[in-house]
């Protein structure tokens, strides 16, 4: 009886990829923006792999689109490749803008957490104590200043309508906006299973989620 050597480790199936398609998927240098669409070409390259299923793959390309090297990838070349390396579409402005926001989010979350991971300086806190402690003092006979200028209002936000997709549209290929966060993203539908939908990014992230929370682009 034979046996399935499914692979189990994110980082194995990254490996899968970097061997059946060095051409295009690279570990450090020579990293290029992909083919708006890829996934769906290697599913049909692994058809029947006993190696990596889809949703694998998917995890795969989620986690290459978002490493920092690939994200700068895209906001430095002009066009796109395909699984054989071959030059596909141009690069967008619009997904080099995507992509340099998400390049700025995610650094300023790693500096967030390893600033959350330092010890406190005893030191730089006692001193701080008595810097305040002594200003205290000096100000507390002549009284705290009230603030009397009015709080500047906000600026009123812009309303744009976005209108919901239909479920007519709904379908692969569709070229939709999807919500993540607060933000709506411009996508293409690559896969939908009754009430859940794969789209994929413009920087080449898969992503799953809701019919409800596609929009008409």
């Not at 006993?50 to 694998?56: A, M, W």
């Amino acid at each position: 009886m034979e046996t399935t050597n499914k692979l189990k480790d994110i980082n194995e199936v990254l490996d899968f990829l970097y061997q059946e398609f060095p051409q295009c998927f690279k570990q450090k240098d020579g990293i290029q923006p992909l083919k708006v669409g890829i996934f769906k070409d290697i599913a049909e390259r692994i058809e029947g792999s006993e190696k990596v299923s889809k949703t694998q793959v998917r995890q795969a390309l989620r986690k290459y689109t978002s490493n920092w090297r690939y994200l700068e990838a895209v906001t430095k070349s002009e066009f796109r490749i395909d699984l054989d390396g071959n030059q596909d579409e141009k690069v967008e402005q619009e997904h080099i803008e995507h992509a340099q926001k998400a390049l700025e989010e995610s650094r300023a979350k790693m500096a967030k957490r390893k600033k959350a991971q330092r010890p406190p300086r005893k030191d730089a806190d006692t001193k701080s104590y008595k810097k305040n402690a002594g200003s205290h003092a000096k100000t507390g006979d002549k009284g705290a200043r009230v603030n009397t200028k009015p709080a500047k209002a906000a600026p009123a936000k812009r309303s744009g309508k976005v209108e919901p997709l239909p479920a007519s549209e709904v379908k692969v290929n569709s070229k939709v906006k999807v919500k993540l966060g607060q933000a709506l993203v411009n996508a293409v539908i690559t896969e939908v299973n009754k009430d859940e939908v794969h789209v994929e990014l413009v920087t080449g992230m898969q992503v799953k989620t809701k019919a409800d929370s596609l929009y008409i682009i």
